[in-house]
């Protein structure tokens, strides 16, 4: 069982930045790959950011450059910077954990494949 619970969101204008904190509960975080997902009204979930247990990234083509995803294994918290924010980044952000089958090798930035989800921190960029 993972508690994912997350932070740091809010309003800036367009070309801010924020960073958004996960704070994870379980022993076995470091073994885990993470990701962040975002939702915008009437839009689908979608991928964003993803962390390999070895601390590789992969990122979604939108925000490549802009946003930095990492992780303190030793805080189990799971961060996500992101720079020269635009109003079209403005959703919910989530932090997610995979089905245990995929350990610390995330499985792309598909939904269906993560099974515990945090309540959501609210992002909104103004122009």
């Known amino acids: 069982q993972v508690l994912l619970v997350e932070s740091g969101g809010g309003s800036v204008q367009a070309g801010g930045s924020l960073r958004l904190s996960c704070a994870a509960s379980g022993s076995t975080y470091s073994s885990y790959c993470m990701g962040w997902f975002r939702q915008a009204p009437g839009q689908e979930r979608e991928g964003v950011a993803v962390i390999n247990s070895d601390g590789s990234t992969s990122y979604a083509d939108s925000v490549k450059g802009r946003f930095t995803i990492s992780r303190d294994n030793a805080k189990n918290t799971l961060y996500l910077q992101m720079n020269s924010l635009k109003p079209e980044d403005t959703a919910m952000y989530y932090c997610?954990?995979?089905?245990?089958?995929?350990?610390?090798?995330?499985?792309?930035?598909?939904?269906?494949?993560?099974?515990?989800w945090g309540q959501g921190t609210q992002v909104t960029v103004s122009s």
């Open positions: 997610a954990a995979p089905y245990p089958i995929y350990g610390g090798s995330c499985p792309g930035f598909r939904r269906a494949d993560f099974l515990y």
